[in-house]
């Protein structure tokens, strides 16, 4: 999965709120450097003092993890579905106002 584009680091976020305590704590570490923090990878590299080729792999793998999880518990499409019950609900009340 390419995380260049923003939907998908946008989504990769998402993923990584909802699931991000699914991953070991040194996934969570570089992926909270790399998403949150928008590090690039060497700057991710130099602080893990490992290869900017290490810390791509070690992205691509936690972020199959996490879509993974996704696939398989469903969370990210269920908030969305709440949200949209909730806009719907929101607009049903203004017009009863």
């Known amino acids: 999965m390419a995380l260049d584009s923003l939907t998908s680091r946008e989504r990769q976020v998402a993923l990584f709120e909802r699931y991000g305590a699914l991953l070991t ?13 928008d590090w690039s ?9 490992t290869s ?8 691509r793998r936690s972020a ?3 879509e993974e999880y996704d696939r398989k518990l469903g969370l990210l499409d269920e908030d969305r579905r709440r949200r ?14």
């Open 52 to 59: 900017r080729a290490a810390v791509h792999d070690l992205i």
């Open 25 to 37: 704590e040194h996934q969570r570490s570089v992926l909270e450097l790399y998403l949150r923090r």
């Open 84 to 97: 949209e019950e909730l806009d719907g609900l929101r607009r049903r009340l203004e017009r009863l106002s």
């Open 64 to 66: 199959q993890a996490l």
């Open 41 to 49: 990878l060497s700057e991710v590299a130099a602080r893990q003092k």
